[in-house]
């Protein structure tokens, strides 16, 4: 869904390091930029076709690293600086690299940050937490900040919308070349990676993280309407869920006031004078 074209070097960078997932021929290195410090801390899950490097992830590296918090990024297989073949990625893959990340890179409460794809993700890794036996469970992060949330976004954003000559492209050859509104080139979406999406839908049904939930919403998305956001708040009933339209806002909510306005809602939750230290 998103393809984050900006990227910012970093003033303080953290050193790269390779997380392996999965076993056999299905082994992959995960590159992860781990940064230590205070919780809550903040987990980076990005979009669609996006990377660790973009614009938000490292401005968010940045507001932790100036407030001694904790700090985790990744890059999906596929994606970025990690192992792996983009036209492999599912769903199921991409969720399991995020949960191998959480346990083995994070500690202590966490504040999930996810933008587009990466929002699905949040959630799924939420549900996944909370699903857990002690001692390493039921667990519901310090809280969810959602970014142009494409949750389901292989069926009500791709496949709903699909014309019938690409869904019998899918059906009969597997794969589709999409164009890009971010890149002169087009990217590969797999009959698989819409078949995968659907064991994994969430707006069927009530969605519970157990923790406060803040939305950031362009109103000129093309890509995320934001009628969708709507819908997803109404599938958050029992949490503290707070949705802000941004009216001239697009789908990558990049521009120095929405940085800005995702820096506040971060920081709601990881004020300096009720803060962990780790």
């Given at each position: 869904m998103q393809q984050d074209l900006e990227s910012a070097i970093e003033s303080e960078p953290v050193r790269r390091e390779y997380l392996p997932v999965g076993r056999g021929d299905n082994l992959r290195k995960i590159a992860v930029r781990r940064r230590s410090g205070g919780t809550p801390g903040l987990l980076w899950l990005g979009g669609l076709k996006s990377d660790m490097r973009g614009t938000k992830a490292v401005a968010l590296d940045r507001w932790a690293a100036a407030r001694g918090r904790s700090c985790v990024r990744f890059d999906y297989s596929g994606h970025g600086?990690?192992?792996?073949?983009?036209?492999?990625?599912?769903?199921?893959?991409?969720?399991?690299?995020?949960?191998?990340?959480?346990?083995?890179?994070?500690?202590?409460?966490?504040?999930?940050?996810?933008?587009?794809?990466?929002?699905?993700?949040?959630?799924l890794l939420t549900r996944?937490?909370?699903?857990?036996?002690?001692?390493?469970?039921?667990?519901?992060?310090?809280?969810?900040?959602?970014?142009?949330?494409?949750?389901?976004?292989?069926?009500?954003?791709?496949?709903?919308?699909?014309?019938?000559?690409?869904?019998?492209k899918l059906a009969s050859e597997g794969v589709w070349q999409r164009p890009s509104l971010y890149s002169p080139e087009p990217y590969p979406i797999t009959a698989a990676l819409i078949e995968d999406g659907r064991r994994h839908l969430l707006l069927g049904g009530l969605i519970e993280t157990g923790c406060p939930v803040r939305i950031l919403q362009g109103v000129a998305d093309p890509d995320v309407p934001w009628r969708h956001a709507v819908d997803l708040v109404s599938r958050l009933a029992q949490d503290d869920v707070v949705l802000s339209l941004i009216k001239d806002?697009?789908?990558?909510?990049?521009?120095?006031?929405?940085v800005e306005r995702l820096i506040g809602v971060v920081s709601e939750f990881c004020r300096d004078g009720g803060a962990e230290t780790s």
């Open positions: 600086e990690s192992e792996g073949e983009f036209a492999e990625g599912t769903v199921s893959r991409w969720l399991e690299e995020s949960i191998a990340v959480f346990d083995a890179c994070c500690d202590g409460p966490q504040v999930l940050v996810g933008s587009s794809m990466g929002a699905w993700l949040a959630l996944e937490l909370r699903r857990r036996e002690p001692p390493h469970g039921p667990l519901s992060p310090a809280a969810v900040v959602l970014i142009a949330p494409a949750v389901d976004f292989t069926e009500q954003l791709m496949w709903k919308r699909f014309p019938a000559s690409v869904k019998r806002g697009d789908h990558r909510l990049s521009r120095p006031e929405d």
